[in-house]
T-cell receptor, first 113, second 111 residues
Framework: EAGVTQSPTHLIKTRGQQATLRCSPI?????VYWYQQALGLGLQFLLW???????NRGNFPPRFSGRQFPNYSSELNVNALELEDSALYLC????????????FGSGTRLTVV | QKEVEQNSGPLSVPEGAIASLNCTYS??????FFWYRQYSGKSPELIMF????GDKEDGRFTAQLNKASQYVSLLIRDSQPSDSATYLC???????????FGRGTSLIVHP
């Protein structure tokens, strides 16, 4: 069974640009979660999508947005990139309404220069 | 503001010893508790989850939950150098499915 896959592995962008990160959940999982892990900080919750809808949002500005596609894959968009957006972005998936914990993807390392 | 606190460490233990990792949380309504292991440069991996007071054992790992005192711990028996990693505690309230993560405790198991 394929795990959660994320692309790209690494992404280098210039301040002010836009970044798009992609995630494919485990087959059968309908919920996708996005987290940011900045250096020295814990995992910060960004967004939760389920059945194509945004279900919850963390304490991040609106320039962090995303969507979930009919096949349950998801993308995270970060507009007007700032240097402090440099972090590891993790995607996780789970069965909807099941609180058994996450399976994380390998992450996208975003560097803003 | 829901908070999950962990000692950042590093916690250093000799090979074969028991490593004890602790986590406290602020939300008394928390119902689900998780331990993740994260190797340097890698993504977190779920080790265990626990919902009820008491102990839950899985191989060399034991999770302990005390809701009255609002703490959850992870014991690693017969620690191996391969257990060296950062251990993240995560806590969620029933129905939210969005856990709050602690910053993690770095564990070093030396031969």
């Amino acid at each position: 069974e394929a795990g959660v896959t994320q692309s790209p592995t690494h992404l280098i962008k210039t301040r002010g640009q836009q970044a798009t990160l992609r995630c494919s959940p485990i087959s059968g999982h309908t919920s996708v979660y996005w987290y940011q892990q900045a250096l020295g900080l814990g995992l910060q919750f960004l967004l939760w999508y389920d059945e194509g809808e945004e279900r919850n949002r963390g304490n991040f500005p609106p320039r962090f947005s995303g969507r979930q596609f009919p096949n349950y894959s998801s993308e995270l968009n970060v507009n007007a990139l700032e240097l402090e957006d440099s972090a590891l972005y993790l995607c996780a998936s789970s069965l909807r309404a099941v609180d058994y914990g996450y399976t994380f993807g390998s992450g996208t390392r975003l560097t803003v220069v | 503001q829901k908070e999950v606190e962990q000692n950042s460490g590093p916690l250093s233990v000799p090979e074969g010893a028991i490593a004890s990792l602790n986590c406290t949380y602020s939300d008394r309504g928390s119902q689900s508790f998780f331990w993740y292991r994260q190797y340097s440069g890698k993504s977190p991996e779920l080790i265990m989850f626990i919902y009820s007071n008491g102990d839950k054992e899985d191989g060399r790992f034991t999770a302990q939950l005390n809701k009255a005192s609002q703490y959850v711990s992870l014991l690693i028996r017969d620690s191996q150098p391969s257990d060296s990693a950062t251990y993240l505690c995560a806590v969620s309230s029933g129905g939210s499915y969005i856990p709050t993560f602690g910053r993690g405790t770095s564990l070093i198991v030396h031969p």
